[in-house]
């Protein structure tokens, strides 16, 4: 698989390249870093399991996908899907 190289910004759809590539598992992103560090939670938190809905997760840049190249959500998210 190729890793991206793209550099994302704040409210853009991703996918983690080792997640299962399904809407549920779609993050957006809330804080990018120097250094390549991106912060994302799950965009549709309804279709996880209670104990997932919140998490924050802070990966390299390059292990977050275009959910588009699956079929997936596309282009940057709406406000029910952004951080409080």
Same mark, same amino acid.
């Given at each position: 698989?190729?890793?991206?190289?793209?550099?994302?910004? #704040?409210?853009?759809?991703? #996918?983690?390249?080792?997640?299962? *590539?399904?809407?549920?598992?779609?993050?957006?992103? *809330?804080?990018?870093?120097?250094?390549?560090?991106?912060?994302?939670?799950?965009? *549709?938190?309804?279709?996880?399991?209670?104990?997932?809905?919140?998490?924050?997760?802070?990966?390299?840049?390059?292990?977050?996908?275009?959910p588009?190249? *699956?079929?997936?959500?596309?282009?940057?998210?709406?406000s029910?899907?952004?951080?409080?």
């Amino acid at each position: 698989m190729q890793l991206n190289k793209k550099v994302w910004g #704040i409210d853009d759809l991703v #996918i983690h390249a080792h997640e299962a *590539f399904e809407e549920k598992m779609v993050r957006v992103v *809330f804080k990018v870093e120097e250094g390549g560090k991106v912060w994302t939670r799950y965009a *549709f938190p309804e279709l996880l399991p209670l104990n997932w809905a919140g998490r924050e997760m802070c990966d390299l840049n390059y292990w977050l996908l275009d959910p588009k190249r *699956f079929g997936l959500s596309h282009g940057r998210a709406k406000s029910c899907c952004k951080r409080p």
